[in-house]
């Protein structure tokens, strides 16, 4: 059995969350192969028994490259089955709707969907989790992620809830569609600067340059966040989302026992829920065990 795990992470929680299949399905002696989707591609589909999706929801949709990869897919012959792994910052329902438009274009080109995850990470927009919540939501996607992959490799079907009205929502909230062409060619450096140029480097679509020693930011941003989430000196300005700017990667290894959690309140009644169904599912797996 082999898989393909084609991902996009902006900042890092998803790849997180596919680096961990790999190994866990490695474990189970699959074969897996992962491929970052704002590279090159080139392989041959029909080598692969199951392919498997990955990326951060934006706005309860997949981000704008990962509907671009899919529409390029080269058609299968023989029916393939189809695994999609999102990961987002809030454990709400309407992200489900995320994947609709994937899994359309998709099951046209014969990729039928028979699974698809959800975990939850911490937010790279909108606020800071605290690191004792990016420790929480990693050690939990750890331990469900192998339970997953139990599922996955019994060919018992796992699919998300559909959402009431989603085709409509989806249409809605569009928002890197405007985003990348209206606010990322808002974006500003300050002078903050060291002009490490690490943000010119890393960014998936090539929109940043630099002319005549200033920073140019053309209209292929993605709102993926890596350029500002990762920059050194915290010195890149995100146009009109600039108060939602979430600045320095989490640590997700250590907890921290004093640290006080940020927005106790946002969305509680979800977090709570996310992680009591998760609990419930380890609990029942050692239960068979
Ligand atoms: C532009 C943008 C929009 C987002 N929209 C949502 C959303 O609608 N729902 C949600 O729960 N999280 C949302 N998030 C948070 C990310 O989905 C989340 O932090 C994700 O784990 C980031 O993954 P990555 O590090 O692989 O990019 C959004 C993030 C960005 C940058």
Same mark, same amino acid.
């Given at each position: 059995?082999?898989?393909?795990?084609?991902?996009?992470?902006?900042?890092?929680?998803?790849?997180?969350?596919?680096?961990?299949?790999?190994?866990?399905?490695?474990?189970?002696?699959?074969?897996?192969?992962?491929?970052?989707?704002?590279?090159?591609?080139?392989?041959?589909i029909n080598e692969y028994d199951v392919l498997m999706i990955a990326y951060p929801v934006h706005a309860f949709n997949?981000?704008?490259?990962?509907?671009?990869?899919?529409?390029?897919?080269?058609?299968?012959?023989?029916?393939?089955?189809?695994?999609?792994?999102?990961?987002?910052?809030?454990?709400?329902?309407?992200?489900?709707?995320?994947?609709?438009?994937?899994?359309?274009?998709?099951?046209?080109?014969?990729?039928?969907?028979?699974?698809?995850?959800?975990?939850?990470?911490?937010?790279?927009?909108?606020?800071?989790?605290?690191?004792?919540?990016?420790?929480?939501?990693?050690?939990?996607?750890?331990?469900?992620?192998?339970?997953?992959?139990?599922?996955?490799?019994?060919?018992?079907?796992?699919?998300?809830?559909?959402?009431?009205?989603?085709?409509?929502?989806?249409?809605?909230?569009?928002?890197?569609?405007?985003?990348?062409?209206?606010?990322?060619?808002?974006? @500003?450096?300050?002078?903050? &600067?060291?002009? =490490?140029?690490? /943000?010119?480097?890393? %960014? !998936? #679509? $090539?929109?940043? +340059? *630099?002319?005549?020693?200033?920073? @140019?930011?053309?209209?292929? &941003?993605?709102? =993926?966040?890596? /350029?500002?989430?990762? %920059? !050194? #000196? $915290?010195?890149? +300005? *995100?146009?009109?989302?600039?108060?939602?700017?979430?600045?320095?990667?989490?640590?997700?290894?250590?907890?921290?026992?004093?640290?006080?959690? $940020?927005?106790? +309140?946002?969305?509680?009644?979800?977090?709570?829920?996310?992680?009591?169904?998760?609990?419930?599912?380890?609990?029942?797996?050692?239960?068979?065990?």
């Amino acid at each position: 059995m082999k898989f393909l795990i084609c991902y996009f992470s902006g900042t890092g929680n998803t790849k997180k969350i596919v680096d961990k299949y790999k190994e866990e399905l490695e474990l189970k002696k699959v074969e897996v192969d992962t491929k970052k989707i704002e590279e090159e591609l080139n392989f041959d589909i029909n080598e692969y028994d199951v392919l498997m999706i990955a990326y951060p929801v934006h706005a309860f949709n997949a981000p704008s490259i990962v509907l671009d990869f899919a529409k390029k897919l080269s058609k299968t012959e023989k029916q393939k089955r189809l695994i999609i792994i999102k990961t987002s910052g809030e454990p709400l329902a309407l992200n489900n709707i995320s994947s609709q438009k994937l899994v359309k274009i998709l099951k046209k080109k014969n990729y039928i969907l028979t699974n698809e995850y959800h975990y939850v990470m911490p937010y790279n927009i909108i606020f800071r989790h605290s690191d004792n919540m990016a420790y929480k939501m990693w050690n939990t996607a750890q331990n469900v992620i192998p339970i997953d992959c139990k599922e996955i490799l019994k060919n018992k079907e796992n699919k998300l809830k559909k959402v009431f009205m989603g085709n409509v929502l989806l249409w809605l909230f569009q928002i890197e569609h405007w985003g990348g062409r209206f606010n990322g060619k808002r974006y @500003k450096v300050n002078e903050k &600067c060291i002009k =490490c140029q690490k /943000c010119v480097r890393n %960014c !998936p #679509t $090539n929109n940043i +340059k *630099i002319e005549n020693g200033e920073f @140019k930011f053309g209209k292929n &941003c993605l709102m =993926c966040m890596r /350029c500002s989430f990762l %920059c !050194p #000196t $915290n010195s890149i +300005k *995100i146009g009109l989302f600039e108060k939602w700017k979430v600045n320095g990667e989490y640590n997700f290894d250590n907890y921290n026992e004093n640290e006080e959690q $940020n927005h106790k +309140k946002y969305c509680k009644k979800s977090y709570n829920k996310y992680f009591k169904r998760c609990e419930d599912k380890i609990k029942k797996d050692k239960e068979v065990i």
